[in-house]
């Protein structure tokens, strides 16, 4: 009888043990939601990286430039002011709390300023704090210290990449400003006349001519007739043998005549990238 009993009074305690675990293990996993909710309610779960897209506040990129140093941006500004032989200083409502900024030429490539300071630039480069000896060795630059006094360990733009970025307008409007310079231009695709031929539309309300695009190879994802596209390419006038040769085109005699007759000697991008923007 005791056996029995002693038997009756562990199996009452392993009853009441598993009752115990399945209670603990339901509060578990009622606090993995809880905070599973609070996490992504707050929106740091799987993004605990801040980026300069999704900042609300603007001056929170000038007051907190360490979440920024070190990343890439991409900006598209009138410049302001040259500074020294390789820099000058532009302005980004979503950048720097719209303070000017010095943008530095590490591109290796000389860079003219537009003469007309309607004209755009787009830069892209890595956000860094202008500390002039660490900028000087690691891009293998030579900027003189008096140029940049104000602007010493503030951020700034090391550039690798810079193009003037007129708008298809401006460019119709005086093709000679642009001849033989890199460019990028953002506009709407107006027309497509092959996989490698479209047309950028001009945006004025009475006619125009429409930017004529040549790309050098197919682009790599689709580009659709009243998409906004970006294009970055060398603006040239168009003669059919000057393009085949310059850019290994092999078009027949016949195709040659056929472009010359409706585009000759018209302003044309010859674009090496075109991506949706």
């Given at each position: 009888?005791?056996?029995?009993k ?23 996993v ?39 140093i ?26 720097f ?35 002039i ?16 006094k ?23 409007q ?39 695009v ?7 994802v ?15 006038r ?15 005699l016949?195709a ?6 409706e585009y000759?000697?018209r ?11």
């Amino acid at each position: 009888m005791n056996s029995l009993k002693t038997k009756q009074n562990k199996s009452n305690d392993n009853s009441q043990r598993r009752s115990v675990l399945e209670w603990l293990g339901h509060v578990s996993v009622l606090i993995f939601l809880l905070g599973l909710a609070l996490l992504v309610r707050g929106g740091s779960f799987f993004n605990s990286e801040a980026t300069v897209t999704n900042t609300s506040n603007k001056s929170e990129i000038a007051n907190n430039t360490d979440e920024f140093i070190g990343k890439s941006v991409t900006i598209r500004s009138k410049a302001i002011q040259k500074i020294g032989l390789s820099s000058f200083t532009v302005k980004d409502a979503r950048f720097f709390n719209d303070e000017p900024i010095v943008v530095v030429n590490a591109s290796g490539v000389p860079f003219d300023l537009p003469v007309d300071q309607n004209i755009e630039v787009q830069v892209t480069g890595q956000v860094r704090n202008l500390a002039i000896d660490n900028i000087e060795q690691e891009f293998n630059l030579n900027l003189k210290d008096e140029y940049y006094k104000e602007y010493v360990n503030k951020p700034a733009i090391i550039a690798q990449y810079l193009a003037l970025s007129p708008e298809p307008a401006q460019i119709i409007q005086s093709p000679e400003k642009y001849n033989g310079r890199k460019v990028t231009v953002t506009g709407n695709v107006a027309n497509i006349r092959s996989s490698i031929l479209l047309t950028l539309d001009e945006n004025q309300l009475f006619g125009g001519e429409d930017l004529l695009v040549l790309l050098t190879t197919p682009p790599k994802v689709a580009i659709n007739q009243g998409q906004t596209v970006s294009v970055i390419g060398e603006l040239r006038r168009f003669v059919a043998a000057e393009i085949e040769r310059d850019y290994n085109f092999t078009w027949s005699l016949e195709a040659k005549q056929e472009l010359d007759t409706e585009y000759g000697n018209r302003p044309v991008l010859v674009a090496e990238t075109v991506y949706p923007s």
